[in-house]
């Protein structure tokens, strides 16, 4: 290695992960991405999204300095006349019409950035606006609110000890494509296989034979959005086989046998025909997790986006309980972070403020992002006149894309934090682009609480900092400074917060953590002096500290949660069925393709052996042949809001009756400038989902079980 040459130890921010990376650079350049076989959580484990980082890094269409849209195109600014005009346009809608009148989204990507999760908030108080939204909404919103019920707080998540487990339930995830998610896992290939080794069983329920279930024990299909069925004759056929023993957990839920008379209705028999199941599979499936010394059943995105998915997290959390397996080696764990920012966060406020427009309750001070579109298109007291969007595309990731597209622009004033100019952020006025994710520090502030194995690394950037750039907190607090002075407020505050910064948050919780290292207790200097991480052992049974309850009693909730069994009862038993001569639409991932994030890195988006783009049509090959529709062929999807055209990918991986297409694709909008991405487009399959269908629930977006018709093109 050159004399120059210098090697890092990072964290991979691409996924949910926390793969540790060795980069090695060359002055301001990245030479190389490799695992770093140092660190004690991922082991020298990357999947292939770890050399996007170095793709993001040099894109030369990456934003550097922000831009302004003017008469005659876009504009370099400086920063200050950026900050100063960004702050001054808000402050002048708000006065104009409001508080409310200026909106925010916040994409995912705020998830994996220490300095927006620790100081964006600054800038959210400061804007003083009910309408926030994000892609929770669109996501894990109803873990949330089953964890804010039962445990007390809303990121008290408890999630699978899989290196402990003998049994191992997906319903709805594949985590072979996402890593992990709401579970954050690397090396899932290796431990799901070590499950197998130690004599365990891995089962896959999921509409699509995925990657996961490709390597699985077993693998059912369900029909899409009747998930919450299964789990209600799971329950049943738990408490009829006399398999209910909960042990412990009674004392911190009395009630939780009362489950029996809620699901009573709901014999395996009943509900077997409306799932695609047989009744012999589920009271087997019953039969084997309850015999498992050591079982966990876990839903992720596929039960959570679908018209019942806050029932389905709540009955699979249930199931987890009444077998025993929550709070005890190889069922559902609670995490023991070392920086554990819980105690500092909102705990989850529900239905403490509603839309204007269609009255659905906020959830943490967020309303359901299917909302945005009407609050910005309905006059009156309240409407939407400009939009701070915060790493995130919404017209490619949310419900009926393109009525949210025609929304933003018509808005008075639009302001994005990003670095690309994506189908969303060509509506901004001024684009605020921070640094990537290698160029500033980084400790996952969220991920660890959510990890199969207790550690801690903290990252350093790997480049002391460009002159002219700036971070996500710096650019969130240089607007809330300029938005509270212009309001009047206070600003004294600032100049603490500049001078501590986020790695100041993040060293006073590592050092109020119980945990020590080498008779060492923990700090930011112990981590910067070991810079591969240091792990800290295996998740611990945690009850009763890990619930926020002021009585440390679990809250089972009934009355918010079963109450939803009546709608269910309508849904599935009125005697209605699916419309005919319709599919129904589910999404998918890819391991190289997170959300819209990579698609434009060559490496990530290139296309299949068919030679076909990574966006297909998958249908199984009864339908096809129904509908007359080749291999490869190009079809129209059509659906309430819209209609698509792409080519047919014909597989008996997907179940009859069923319709998969990615997530994440349609650069096709002019005025973006991204090529790559453009250059392999795909369509939006938000361009088909309902933004008047949701989980009533919790206001969750139903993505999956759209129901959609199909026709050669």
């Given at each position: 290695?050159?004399?120059?040459?210098?090697?890092?130890?990072?964290?991979?921010?691409?996924?949910?992960?926390?793969?540790?990376?060795?980069?090695?650079?060359?002055?301001?350049?990245?030479?190389?991405?490799?695992?770093?076989?140092?660190?004690?959580?991922?082991?020298?484990?990357?999947?292939?999204?770890?050399?996007?980082?170095?793709?993001?890094?040099?894109?030369?269409?990456?934003?550097?300095?922000?831009?302004?849209?003017?008469?005659?195109?876009?504009?370099?600014?400086?920063w200050?006349?950026?900050?100063d005009?960004?702050?001054?346009?808000?402050?002048?809608?708000?006065?104009?019409?409001?508080?409310?009148?200026?909106?925010?989204?916040?994409?995912?990507?705020?998830?994996?950035?220490?300095?927006?999760?620790?100081?964006?908030?600054?800038?959210?108080?400061?804007?003083?606006?009910?309408?926030?939204?994000?892609?929770?909404?669109?996501?894990?919103?109803p873990?949330?609110?089953?964890?804010?019920q039962?445990?007390?707080?809303?990121?008290?998540?408890?999630?699978?000890?899989?290196?402990?487990?003998?049994?191992?339930?997906?319903?709805?995830?594949?985590?072979?494509?996402?890593?992990?998610?709401?579970?954050?896992?690397?090396?899932?290939?290796?431990?799901?296989?070590?499950?197998?080794?130690?004599?365990?069983?891995?089962?896959?329920?999921?509409?699509?034979?995925?990657?996961?279930?490709?390597i699985s024990?077993?693998?059912?299909?369900?029909?899409?959005?009747?998930?919450?069925?299964?789990?209600?004759?799971?329950?049943?056929?738990?408490?009829k086989?006399?398999?209910?023993?909960?042990?412990?957990?009674?004392?911190?839920?009395?009630?939780?046998?009362?489950?029996?008379?809620?699901?009573?209705?709901?014999?395996?028999?009943?509900?077997?025909?409306?799932?695609?199941?047989?009744?012999?599979?589920?009271?087997?499936?019953?039969?084997?997790f309850?015999?498992?010394?050591?079982?966990?059943?876990?839903?992720?995105?596929g039960?959570?986006?679908?018209?019942?998915g806050?029932?389905?997290?709540?009955?699979?959390?249930?199931?987890?309980?009444?077998?025993?397996?929550?709070?005890?080696?190889?069922?559902?764990?609670?995490?023991?972070?070392?920086?554990?920012?819980?105690?500092?966060?909102?705990?989850?406020?529900?239905?403490?403020?509603?839309?204007?427009?269609?009255?659905?309750?906020?959830?943490?001070?967020?309303?359901?992002?299917?909302?945005?579109?009407?609050?910005?298109?309905?006059?009156?007291?309240?409407?939407?006149?400009?939009?701070?969007?915060?790493?995130?595309?919404?017209?490619?990731?949310?419900?009926?894309?393109?009525q949210?597209?025609?929304?933003?622009?018509?808005?008075?004033?639009?302001?994005?934090?990003?670095?690309?100019?994506?189908?969303?952020?060509?509506?901004?006025?001024?684009?605020?682009?921070?640094?990537?994710?290698?160029?500033?520090?980084?400790?996952?502030?969220?991920?660890?609480?959510?990890?199969v194995?207790?550690?801690?690394?903290?990252?350093?950037?790997?480049?002391?900092?460009?002159?002219?750039?700036y971070?996500?907190?710096?650019?969130?607090?240089?607007?809330?400074?300029?938005?509270?002075?212009?309001?009047?407020?206070?600003?004294?505050?600032?100049?603490?917060?500049?001078?501590?910064?986020?790695?100041?948050?993040?060293?006073?919780?590592l050092?109020?953590?119980?945990?020590?290292h080498?008779?060492?207790?923990?700090?930011?200097?112990?981590?910067?002096?070991?810079?591969?991480?240091?792990?800290?052992?295996?998740?611990?049974?945690?009850?009763?500290?890990?619930i926020?309850?002021?009585?440390?009693?679990?809250d089972?909730?009934?009355?918010?949660?079963?109450?939803?069994?009546?709608?269910?009862?309508?849904?599935?038993?009125?005697?209605?069925?699916?419309?005919?001569?319709?599919?129904?639409?589910?999404?998918r991932?890819?391991?190289?393709?997170?959300?819209?994030?990579?698609?434009?890195?060559?490496?990530?988006?290139?296309?299949?052996?068919?030679?076909?783009?990574?966006?297909?049509?998958?249908?199984?090959?009864?339908?096809a042949?129904?509908?007359?529709?080749?291999?490869?062929?190009?079809?129209?999807?059509?659906?309430?809001?819209?209609?698509?055209?792409?080519?047919?990918?014909?597989?008996?991986?997907?179940?009859?009756?069923?319709?998969?297409?990615p997530?994440?694709?349609?650069?096709?909008?002019?005025?973006?400038?991204?090529?790559?991405?453009?250059?392999?487009?795909?369509?939006?399959?938000?361009?088909?989902?309902?933004?008047?269908?949701?989980?009533?629930?919790?206001?969750?977006?139903?993505?999956?079980?759209?129901?959609?018709?199909?026709?050669?093109?």
């Amino acid at each position: 290695m050159s004399s120059r040459q210098q090697k890092h130890f990072s964290t991979c921010t691409l996924c949910e992960a926390m793969c540790g990376i060795e980069v090695t650079t060359l002055e301001r350049k990245i030479l190389s991405i490799v695992g770093d076989k140092q660190n004690p959580f991922s082991e020298g484990h990357v999947c292939p999204k770890a050399m996007a980082l170095k793709d993001l890094y040099d894109d030369p269409e990456r934003l550097k300095q922000p831009l302004e849209k003017t008469a005659s195109g876009w504009q370099t600014i400086t920063w200050e006349a950026a900050f100063d005009k960004v702050a001054e346009q808000i402050f002048k809608v708000q006065q104009q019409f409001g508080k409310d009148a200026v909106g925010m989204y916040l994409g995912n990507p705020n998830a994996h950035n220490m300095g927006s999760i620790l100081f964006g908030p600054y800038f959210y108080r400061a804007l003083k606006s009910h309408n926030r939204y994000s892609a929770t909404s669109v996501d894990q919103l109803p873990h949330h609110i089953v964890s804010r019920q039962l445990f007390g707080h809303q990121s008290q998540i408890p999630i699978p000890d899989i290196d402990h487990t003998d049994y191992f339930m997906i319903i709805g995830g594949n985590p072979l494509a996402s890593n992990g998610s709401i579970m954050t896992v690397p090396h899932i290939k290796r431990r799901l296989k070590a499950i197998q080794g130690r004599g365990g069983k891995v089962v896959v329920i999921d509409p699509k034979k995925s990657e996961t279930a490709d390597i699985s024990s077993e693998h059912h299909f369900i029909k899409p959005s009747t998930d919450a069925l299964l789990m209600l004759a799971m329950l049943n056929t738990l408490f009829k086989q006399g398999r209910a023993k909960p042990g412990a957990l009674l004392a911190f839920a009395p009630e939780l046998l009362t489950v029996e008379s809620y699901v009573k209705a709901y014999p395996a028999a009943r509900v077997a025909p409306l799932i695609g199941m047989t009744e012999t599979q589920i009271t087997a499936l019953v039969a084997d997790f309850s015999a498992a010394p050591a079982a966990v059943c876990y839903g992720r995105m596929g039960a959570s986006v679908q018209a019942f998915g806050t029932l389905t997290q709540y009955l699979i959390m249930l199931f987890n309980m009444l077998t025993g397996n929550l709070d005890r080696p190889g069922g559902m764990m609670f995490t023991q972070p070392a920086a554990d920012f819980l105690p500092h966060s909102g705990r989850g406020s529900i239905g403490q403020y509603h839309s204007r427009v269609r009255k659905l309750p906020a959830f943490a001070g967020e309303y359901p992002v299917s909302a945005l579109a009407e609050e910005i298109t309905t006059p009156g007291d309240g409407q939407i006149k400009a939009m701070v969007i915060g790493a995130g595309n919404p017209i490619l990731t949310t419900p009926n894309g393109q009525q949210l597209d025609q929304a933003f622009a018509s808005l008075e004033f639009v302001v994005a934090v990003d670095f690309y100019l994506t189908e969303t952020t060509r509506h901004a006025n001024i684009i605020l682009p921070p640094v990537t994710a290698l160029e500033r520090d980084h400790y996952d502030v969220i991920f660890h609480n959510f990890a199969v194995r207790n550690s801690a690394k903290y990252s350093p950037a790997i480049f002391p900092p460009a002159a002219d750039s700036y971070t996500d907190w710096q650019i969130y607090l240089s607007l809330a400074e300029r938005l509270d002075s212009l309001n009047g407020s206070e600003t004294k505050h600032y100049a603490a917060l500049w001078a501590k910064q986020p790695k100041g948050v993040v060293d006073d919780l590592l050092k109020s953590s119980a945990y020590r290292h080498n008779e060492q207790n923990l700090s930011l200097q112990l981590l910067l002096d070991l810079p591969h991480g240091i792990d800290l052992g295996p998740l611990r049974p945690d009850l009763p500290a890990a619930i926020y309850h002021a009585n440390k009693q679990i809250d089972l909730a009934f009355d918010y949660f079963m109450t939803d069994l009546k709608r269910l009862e309508q849904h599935f038993f009125s005697g209605k069925t699916q419309e005919p001569d319709t599919l129904s639409l589910i999404g998918r991932r890819h391991l190289k393709t997170n959300n819209s994030w990579l698609h434009n890195s060559q490496r990530m988006v290139k296309g299949t052996n068919k030679g076909l783009s990574r966006c297909t049509a998958q249908i199984n090959p009864v339908d096809a042949a129904r509908y007359v529709i080749a291999d490869g062929q190009m079809m129209m999807v059509t659906s309430r809001v819209g209609q698509v055209t792409l080519p047919a990918e014909i597989t008996d991986k997907i179940m009859a009756g069923v319709i998969s297409i990615p997530h994440g694709w349609g650069h096709n909008k002019t005025g973006s400038r991204w090529s790559v991405a453009e250059q392999h487009a795909g369509v939006s399959v938000n361009d088909l989902t309902d933004e008047m269908v949701l989980d009533e629930l919790s206001g969750n977006a139903v993505l999956n079980g759209v129901p959609v018709s199909i026709a050669p093109a």
